[in-house]
């Protein structure tokens, strides 16, 4: 905080003190704010009163000095209690308290200890682990919060709640005694960091473990809630020592202004908790995650809604600094379960196409890459990150070209292409020479990559009677059809399913269905291949029906009862 602001607020307490009645904003503004010319003297009054714990706003712009607990008391004669806690994470309700920590500071020396292990009742980050030492099985062990903060109150009692940097762990505190016991738990706590940066100017730095070194103090143990509390304990007796030494500060009123008070929105909203993740469904589905203003600012497909979200909030998996940003600016989610994760992954990527762009959460603009060739020229093999709408044969798409590189270097020799030129749309990278024999021994390996591989029916019971069928054909999404067996007739299935096949897998090439290629179909492309070789084992849901040329003309021929049994008896 800027010094000058320090001292007219100091100047302010002052003025109020001698005052019986309630002052007024422009009382204030014109005795003490007269050279900053604000256009706004009462917003600004706010902004730098409301968070001191010395002002009160009784009325709308009328200030009085806020009634303390103790604040005539001497500052020796109080019992304090010195506490620290230990959390999974900044922001309750998502993150919890894993640890509480206590001692009770009287007469100059420490009297009374308190230490429990919290049952968090979700896991604790690697990163609070390594810092804690504490494990999430051990934390699980641990004492029910409602327990704890019951036993708090009870050995606090009578006390000055005092805290190094009081500021998270009073509010983070008072969240759950909100949240677990509905109850305002209003407390003035002194905050010996604030109180260190006005008595200790010749410390390097002012958090807990340098003050220790400069005073000689030593830890039980770091980051462990009793150890820090302890040490707390033990400055709090060096400052209230030098506190003394003018003989002026002599009660609690006195250094209300390094106190602080609990606010009822100190945390942002987060976008989940541990108790709304467990009712979140165990399927395939879309998590919209909305902004402050309740827009949807970011779509994700899971393969399991539940765990998905675990994995994403729980820091289970590396996370992505795209999905890092979106966790932090959600303050909500609402899921949508889906009967394919294949039709998750593809509205997923509708909702991108769709929507206005919204410049605080990008895309992720994940390059692919592909190995491409001709049929009518087996000699060379390209390096591409474009799939483009043409006759050649690819293989891919692949998200590391370091990987791809040296797999394709078992098969195909790299040549010097720096006198040949290739049009920007074609994303050519590199040139490997080839035969026919190597592409045929690099598709064998790779069968699940390739894209003339990727003609499927994907079907899922929709709902009731109705089931929803995806054709691909090389890799896109040509044709999404419902049906409704129980009122359409066998002949009829099977004259529907006959133009079909006709239609989109021998009349007509794919460029002619598709036409000018756009990011949407780009990017689908991309889904359907990486889902294609990740998840189409894995999914017992999904029925897949592979599809080659001769098997078109084979299904057709036969009037696709088999095709049609073997779809639907699923």
Known sequence: MDAIVLEIRDQIFDHLKSSKDPVSYTSISNRFLKEKKLSDPLLYLRKHLTNDARFFEVKSGKWILREHDYADSKLSDLKYCVFDLETTGGVPPLHRIIELGAVIVENGKITKEFSYLIKPDRPIPDYVEKLTGIKTKEAQAGEDCKKVLTDFLDFSKDCIFVAHNALFDVNFLSYEYKRLFDMDWSVDGLCTLKLSKHLVLDSDSHKLDILATHFGYEFEGRHRALGDAKVTGQLLLQLLSQLKIGDEITTLREISKFCILPKKNHFSKCMTNPDEIETLPNESGLVSFKGERGKKIYVKAFANIKEGIK?????????????????????????????????????????????????AIKTDNTINYFLKYFRHNAEEVLLTTRKLNDDAIYFGPFLNPSQLEYEGSKYFTLKDSSHRSFPPRSGVESVYASNEQS?????????????????????????TGKWRVLFFREGYLIKSKLFQLESMEQEATIDCFREIFKSYYIDRSLPEILGKLDASKEDEYNIILNWLSKYIYRKPKCFIFHLNEGRVLDLIASDFFDFIDQLFQN
């Open 311 to 359: 994995d994403l909030v729980y820091e289970k998996v590396p996370c992505s600094r795209l999905m890092r940003k979106v966790i932090r600016k959600s303050v909500g989610i609402e899921t949508k379960v889906e009967k394919s994760f294949l039709n998750s992954l593809l509205n997923a990527n509708a909702f991108f196409h769709q929507r206005t762009r919204d410049k």
């Open 439 to 463: 592409i045929c021994r690099y598709a064998d390996q790779n069968r699940g990559f390739c894209c003339l591989d990727a003609s499927f029916v994907h079907a899922f019971l929709e709902s």
